[in-house]
């Protein structure tokens, strides 16, 4: 048959295929400033593209990490929307080709709740402008599972470039030099990075008021788990759509603002229990959410689950000044206590709904100012507490004070509350100011409450342990900010609606407040399904198998990335080779590519590297200097030289098993065919030297461009985009690749 009949025939059973194999949308939705979509999964489809269509979007590709796979379904979803009317095109890719769209329903965006003392001063807390889109010249980071320990960035101001890892991108970030706005997206559950600083993930930028940073998770399912998450010397910073499980760090808390930050954000979190710490109240974890040394913060829509200690808010201040903190909308779902508990602050807890809490709602200490408003308290124990007064130190048994037993704040001095249009429903004890149904009720009050929202409280109404007044800095113009609260009803409802992550998260969990309501022990049965947890998600487009304890998602094509392996960053995880041995960080330090590299895999009688090749390949194999023995590939014997051992194979099963005693550092397989060269007709990059951004001129799809300095270190990605921003570069030549369905092309370029 002649061969343009053979071409013309599998043209037709390929498109074929493709128009049979339509996305089949199961669901979509939008969330606060974004959209997301659902379709099923079928067989056959490699991959698939989706665009985004609004008012400025015209069938806008989204980036590849938003696209997962969850084995029955597929999902993707596009944060970074201001309000408005948008829809997405589900396009399936089989065989480089795009197959028939399906589109989404209109979907209605609206804006997140920006509310509170964090935008103050007009200043926007994080990576996003205020009606949600992101900053101008903001880079987008996604952090998986499997890329946590290599993401790579270079930083202006950071000791070394690039910055490798999570952690050491912000360390770079620490100094405040580089002020691009930064937003860090989770991708799925991840667990502890490599490099933690002291079991936590710590936020920095020197209060530089240029620089912001928004720390968020992707859909439903972001999770950080076994470490917490640290804000120190930071402004405008935002954490986001995040769930927090298992926490296990030396702070003890699931997010914890350090000292020293200002305009911070955080927002629609689950906060679930974290590890026990070494106090007997600290059986369900340390602090949830807590701020000490900060001001012009909000806490909002956030879900805490059964939480022991919620928030602690201050703690070595020693003064009233300047710290102000706004509680809004947040769900404190069978909690214990501090919601929040006081020092200091000026502090506006206004719809919150209190569900089932079996220590106290609000308590004021040290000279603070609580401004109480329109909460829904049901079943809180105490709602409302000031120290070593009214109901913290009434004994029910003796129907007296005692202040040695019944203090619940450590006897500290008390604080000052005004209470306005709260909801209380099955609370043990609530003393208003002045009521005549309470003893003594204008010295043991647990709160002024107010007739209405603009009422001051007079400065002859005192706390009793350390007669401090109320500062009235909610009806003060130049501080309070604008916001319309909800009634109690209403802001319950929301609350349920709203708080924790998009559609509540996937972690679903039913109280019983026959018994829960009252419960301050661990509930067991929670604890289990939080330390068992697992993500349902199976991949991630672009990023390789999640690996969730099934085995390690070994495909035999894989990624460039996934195909370079480096054992001083990624020990033996891989999701492109099984990786099997022992490792070692005391056989030397090799140099190779620019890197530094510490940790090795010891090739003894028990190691053993597979792996599987779709083509023909070069192989890699980094060893100490000096090394100049053999190593089996397939049982048959290579010699390095120099302590490298680059072979050609062809596509096939491969084993690397011990010839002779080595250390492995490094190892890569690039694979021949996707390395071209092209006519400069075909490829054009310009300017070139380059001064800022760089163009790409082709006559195909451009997939993504990577950006490696002259010794091989990757510096940065830029996806679906025929530019790439070079002005943060120093001078000097670099190595540009442009990976394209035809294949990887490379080009030199020099920076001015």
């Not at 340390?286 to 939480?307: E, I, M, P, Q």
């Not at 929040?340 to 004021?364: M, Q």
């Not at 998009?502 to 929670?526: H, I, K, M, P, R």
């Not at 491969?654 to 490829?683: F, H, P």
């Amino acid at each position: 048959m002649p061969k343009k009949i053979i071409t013309y025939i599998i043209f037709i059973l390929v498109s074929s295929q493709i128009n049979a194999q339509q996305a089949s949308i199961v669901e979509s939705g939008a969330w606060f400033d974004s959209v997301y979509v659902k379709w099923q999964a079928q067989e056959g489809i490699d991959s698939f593209h989706v665009y985004l269509n609004g008012e400025e979007y015209n069938d806008l590709k989204i980036d590849d990490p938003l696209i997962r796979n969850y084995g029955s379904y597929y999902r993707a979803d596009v944060p970074g929307l201001h309000p408005g009317i948008y829809s997405l095109r589900v396009v399936p890719i089989i065989s480089n080709s795009e197959g028939e769209a399906t589109s989404s329903p209109s979907l209605v965006v609206e804006n997140h709740d920006r509310s509170g003392f964090a935008f103050s001063n007009n200043r926007v807390p994080g990576a996003y402008n205020v009606d949600g889109s992101p900053k101008d010249n903001a880079v987008i980071l996604y952090i998986t599972e499997n890329t946590k320990n290599t993401i790579s960035l270079e930083v202006t101001g950071a000791n070394s470039n690039p910055c490798v890892g999570l952690q050491n991108i912000l360390d770079g970030f620490k100094k405040g030099k580089d002020t691009r706005p930064l937003i860090i997206r989770l991708v799925g559950q991840i667990t502890d990075p490599e490099y933690l600083n002291k079991g936590d993930i710590v936020i920095e930028n020197d209060l530089n008021p240029n620089s912001s940073i928004t720390f968020e998770g992707i859909g439903n399912d972001a999770v950080a788990d076994g470490w917490g998450i640290r804000i120190k010397n930071a402004a405008n910073v935002e954490i986001r759509n995040i769930g927090t499980m298992n926490t296990n760090s030396d702070e003890g808390d699931n997010i914890g603002l350090q000292q020293n930050n200002e305009y911070i954000w955080v927002h629609h979190c689950d906060f679930f229990y974290g590890n026990a710490g070494g106090d007997s109240d600290q059986a369900k974890g340390d602090g949830a959410l807590d701020c000490k040394r900060s001001t012009y913060v909000t806490f909002s829509y956030n879900h805490f689950w059964d939480s022991g200690k919620c928030n602690l808010l201050g703690l070595s201040e020693e003064s009233t000044e300047g710290l102000f903190i706004t509680y809004h909308h947040n769900w404190y779902d069978h909690s214990d206590s501090r919601h929040p508990r006081v020092r200091y602050y000026s502090a506006h807890v206004y719809n919150n709904y209190y569900d089932g809490n079996a220590k106290y709602g609000v308590g004021a200490t040290n000279g603070s100012s609580v401004f109480v408003e329109a909460n829904y308290f049901r079943n809180c124990k105490y709602p409302i507490l000031i120290s070593m007064q009214g109901s913290d130190v009434w004994d029910e048994s003796t129907q007296s004070n005692d202040y040695s037993d019944m203090p619940t704040f450590s006897k500290e001095d008390g604080g000052s509350i005004k209470a306005f249009n709260n909801y209380m429903s099955g609370q043990k004890r609530f003393v208003p100011y002045g009521s005549s149904s309470f003893p003594n009720p204008t010295v043991d009050f647990d709160a002024f409450v107010a007739d209405n929202r603009n009422d001051e409280m007079s400065n002859t109404i005192v706390s009793y342990r350390g007669a401090y007044a109320y500062n009235n800095f909610d009806t003060n113009s130049e501080i309070m900010y604008a916001y319309t609260p909800d009634s109690p009803q209403e802001a319950k409802e929301k609350v349920v609606n709203f708080a924790g992550r998009t559609n509540g998260g996937d972690f679903q969990w039913s109280f019983n407040n026959e018994v829960d309501d009252v419960l301050y022990d661990v509930n067991s049965a929670l604890k289990n399904a939080l330390n068992s947890y697992k993500t349902s998600l199976v991949s991630i487009q672009g990023d390789g198998k999640v690996t969730n304890g099934n085995g390690n998602g070994n495909e035999g094509g894989g990624t460039a990335e996934d195909r370079v392996h480096n054992f001083t960053e990624s020990g033996k995880t891989s999701t492109f080779y099984n990786i099997s041995g022992n490792l070692s960080d005391s056989k030397g330090t090799v140099i190779y590519n620019g890197l530094t590299l510490k940790q090795c895999l010891k090739i003894e009688s028990s190691t053993n590297i597979s792996f599987t090749t779709s083509q023909e390949a070069i192989l890699t194999l980094v060893f100490n200097d000096n090394f100049s023995g053999e190593i089996k590939i397939n049982g048959e014997r290579h010699s390095a030289t120099a302590g490298i051992l680059v072979l050609t194979i062809p596509a096939g099963d491969y084993q690397i098993t011990k010839g002779d005693v080595a250390n492995l550092y490094y190892m890569s397989i690039e694979y021949t065919t996707a390395i071209k060269d092209m006519d400069d007709a075909e490829l054009v990059l310009y300017p070139n030297p380059v001064k800022n951004t760089l163009f790409v001129s082709h006559t195909t799809q451009i997939e993504k461009i990577e950006l490696y300095t002259s010794m091989g270190s990757l510096i940065r990605t830029e996806a679906n985009s025929r530019n790439i921003d070079v002005s943060h570069l120093h001078s000097g030549s670099y190595l540009v690749k442009i990976i394209t369905p035809d294949g990887i092309f490379k080009r030199t370029i020099v920076k001015n």
